[in-house]
T-cell receptor, first 114, second 114 residues
Framework: AQSVTQPDIHITVSEGASLELRCNYSYGATPYLFWYVQSPGQGLQLLLKYFSGDTLVQGIKGFEAEFKRSQSSFNLRKPSVHWSDAAEYFCAVVASGGSYIPTFGRGTSLIVHP | DSGVTQTPKHLITATGQRVTLRCSPRSGDLSVYWYQQSLDQGLQFLIQYYNGEERAKGNILERFSAQQFPDLHSELNLSSLELGDSALYFC?????????????FGPGTRLTVT
């Protein structure tokens, strides 16, 4: 069965600083990979996804993520964080080719200081 | 606004009771997903329906059941409620059933079991 680890429970950055949120997965083959954002009181919103091809994926709101097969990682990055980026971020994996049964990480809470 | 509606927003009930959560997908979406988000378990996929048929099943307890009706709205039924069932329950919808179709999440129903 697949698993997802988000090592950082909380991350604090200053507005304008760069951001990297870590995600490591465990799966026998290359899974489908996703990053979601959850703002307070809201449901999840898809930021970006990786299925195959180019390992650098661009998403919405200026986010990007890089798939590294050798490290089983799919880290989320943003060059300059805005105060509105403060939220909970979830990484998820889905086994490729099978039924849609996602496994989510426990989430990373992003705090942005002015 | 994702276009997915969930009712009620909040629900408080006692142990042993039964409740029904309702979800209306985005117009045109045929697939509905249910998720549970709790402090203990994190975000977990429960079940997916596509055009009225169960498509995938995740960590859904036997006390829980769901269905999707001909008008494509879905209901999640939780019975013999326990304190540990207190959680945020999300519904999401997508155009079709595969992982490649973006899911749009509703705002959730917060269930409190006392």
């Amino acid at each position: 069965a697949q698993s997802v680890t988000q090592p950082d429970i909380h991350i604090t950055v200053s507005e304008g600083a760069s951001l990297e949120l870590r995600c490591n997965y465990s799966y026998g083959a290359t899974p489908y990979l996703f990053w979601y954002v959850q703002s307070p009181g809201q449901g999840l919103q898809l930021l970006l996804k990786y299925f195959s091809g180019d390992t650098l994926v661009q998403g919405i709101k200026g986010f990007e993520a890089e798939f590294k097969r050798s490290q089983s990682s799919f880290n989320l990055r943003k060059p300059s964080v805005h105060w509105s980026d403060a939220a909970e971020y979830f990484c998820a994996v889905v086994a490729s080719g099978g039924s849609y049964i996602p496994t989510f990480g426990r989430g990373t809470s992003l705090i942005v200081h002015p | 606004d994702s276009g997915v509606t969930q009712t009620p927003k909040h629900l408080i009930t006692a142990t042993g009771q039964r409740v029904t959560l309702r979800c209306s997908p985005r117009s045109g979406d045929l697939s509905v997903y249910w998720y549970q988000q709790s402090l203990d378990q994190g975000l977990q996929f429960l079940i997916q329906y596509y055009n009225g048929e169960e498509r995938a099943k995740g960590n859904i307890l036997e006390r829980f059941s769901a269905q999707q009706f001909p008008d494509l709205h879905s209901e999640l039924n939780l019975s013999s409620l326990e304190l540990g069932d207190s959680a945020l329950y999300f519904c999401a919808s997508s155009l079709s059933w595969g992982a490649r179709y973006e899911q749009y999440f509703g705002p959730g129903t917060r269930l409190t079991v006392t």
